[in-house]
């Protein structure tokens, strides 16, 4: 069987920016999320069986007390952000599985949910569907594999290197050299994704990579600068390390049995036409006539 884990968050965003605007009867925008749960259905539609969806439930998580700048839900638009328990509630109402993270968040909750499903032997192929970099730490050969849904591109291992330089394990290390603008930390001064790529490339972690710069194996433009910057914030990186490896210890389902999907929730109409998704409804009706 494969396992589809949907970065729920990433696909609000997504389309919120892509699709018109609707308010329901209640003047609240739904646009969004309406676009997410027809989303989602297609891929049932199309074949997938297994599915989960991790959601922000709330923007902030443990890493915020780590480090002060980093993400939280002062820059959301509040018509996006008030999208985010609604689009929940509807997933439910389908018969999609929730991961709703509150003191995790939503790419802690797929790399729990990739290492739950990696573990069942009857797994064929998880697929995590979200082009964010930090997940690329979670890809194992071509049997857990990131999925850009919007380019139709698929990441295995080798594409993981290909991109970045390294193996899926040292992307923590790459990120905290490069850092990460959207999560709000900044990486090292000096490193960029060539330099990152290569030097880890080669050493793997940011601990196995030499102090002094006449022992590495490697050439790149400003290797001296670089190697005293690592040198000299080696705190920094690991902490930065730390903020970009994902918490496989985020609560998700028990079993990849539990992500079957088998038809809508009880009560399901009244939670859809209550937001607003009549067009939701119509859909799964049609689906289970087939």
């Not at 439910?92 to 032997?121: F, K, Q, S």
């Amino acid at each position: 069987m494969n396992i589809h884990l949907i970065d729920g968050t990433y696909e609000l965003f997504r389309h919120y920016f892509a699709v018109p605007k609707v308010e329901n009867a209640q003047g609240l925008e739904v646009g969004a999320l309406r676009g997410v749960v027809h989303s989602l259905l297609g891929m049932l539609e199309d074949g997938a069986t297994h599915m989960a969806v991790a959601t922000d439930h709330v923007v902030e998580s443990f890493r915020n007390d780590m480090w002060p700048g980093y993400k939280d839900g002062s820059g959301i638009e509040p018509e996006l952000l008030a999208q985010f328990h609604p689009l929940e509630d509807a997933l439910r109402a389908v018969g999609i599985v929730v991961w709703p993270m509150v003191e995790y968040e939503a790419d802690d909750g797929l790399a729990a949910g990739a290492a739950m499903a990696l573990a069942d032997t009857r797994v064929d192929k998880v697929i995590i569907c979200t082009p964010d970099k930090d997940l690329a730490q979670c890809v194992v050969a071509d049997r857990v594999v990131q999925l850009d849904r919007r380019k139709r591109l698929v990441i295995d291992r080798a594409g993981v290197v290909e991109k970045f330089g390294v193996e899926p394990e040292s992307i923590p290390d790459y990120l905290a050299l490069v850092g990460d603008s959207a999560d709000g930390f900044p990486g090292l001064p000096g490193w960029g994704a060539k330099s990152a790529g290569v030097v880890l490339g080669r050493y793997g972690y940011l601990e196995e990579v030499p102090a002094a710069v006449e022992d590495w194996d490697v050439t790149v433009r400003g290797a001296a600068r670089l190697a005293a910057t690592l040198r000299d914030q080696m705190e920094d990186a690991l902490l930065f390390r730390r903020l970009a490896t994902l918490d496989v210890k985020a609560p998700v389902s028990a079993s990849v049995y539990e992500l079957k999907w088998s038809g809508p929730a009880e009560g399901w109409r009244e939670v859809l036409e209550g937001l607003g998704l009549e067009s939701v409804v119509s859909r799964v009706e049609r689906r289970l006539k087939q």
